[in-house]
């Protein structure tokens, strides 16, 4: 199977037993109080994506400063920030497009910094790419759109490649769009579909760029929930860039759960549980200026955060 989305059992309120870093924190009568961090250092992978002292600039322009930031295995940070704060810049860095001009980049524990471009291609296997719009090829049908990662991968058979796309259209609810023309789609069915062919690949890693610009406020919770389930069912780590503060609301007070019909649930933040695996980043002149949760965030006192955020 190429892709499994599993129902990972909670004993007691716990984190999945599998998820190195404890997404959640039951604490019963208490908002959001987050439980101390367990040691794991014995886990196989604990930070997904790490940049480390990175400075990057264009010509004159510094879009990069002495930038640090860490996303654990099964983490998401959200990441906001204004025109040239280096947002996009942190993408390409990751999949190895752009280099830094100081500082190191890990990605899955492996140091990325000063790879060929032969050695990035098999980095790049372990990361999933959403676009703001969708980036689809208009000649070809949905069904092979999302086969493509596999098909150039020549790993699996044209069976085995059929079953994975047929399942993974029905996750992102678009089973019956196998044979359309992406012509065919709305923005948002366009979107789902990039998201399952970012995902056929069952990377460990998925990087998203403004998923949910440009859409109406439905189909942008439904893209939401694609990403909080493969959060939570599947363990994914993820960069979420966005400007849709709404979007970035929803993920970071929201988990997905599957019941024992199969079905998938979502359950949002109360007095008994607040997620711990989805923190905001914002950026300013290069800099993280804000690093937390959504409580954190709507305490702050940073008068730059409180004004990016009205």
Known sequence: ML???????????????????????????????LLPEQDHSGDPVLSAIRFEKVCKSYDDQVVLRDFDLEVRSAETKIVLGGSGSGKSTILKMVLGLVKPDQGRIWVNDQDVTDLSEDELMEIRKQIGMVFQEGALFDSITVGENVAYPLREGKQHTNDEIEAAVKRLLGFVGLASAYDKMPSELSGGMRRRVAIARAVVHRPSIVLYDEPT???DPITSRTICDLVIALRDLEGVSS???????????????????????GEVTFRSEDDNFCLANTRFVILKDGQIIFEGTDEALGKTDDEYVREFLT
């Not at 599993?6 to 924190?25: E, I, M, N």
């Not at 929803?250 to 019909?261: H, K, P």
């Open 239 to 261: 960069i979420f860039v966005t400007h849709d503060l709404s979007a970035a609301m929803t993920l970071a007070s929201e988990m997905a759960l599957r019941d024992a019909s």
């Open 3 to 33: 892709l499994r989305i599993t129902d990972h059992r909670r004993d007691k309120g716990c984190r999945p037993k599998h998820d190195p870093v404890g997404g959640y924190r039951f604490h019963p009568g208490h908002r959001c109080r």
């Open 213 to 215: 610009a440009g859409l």
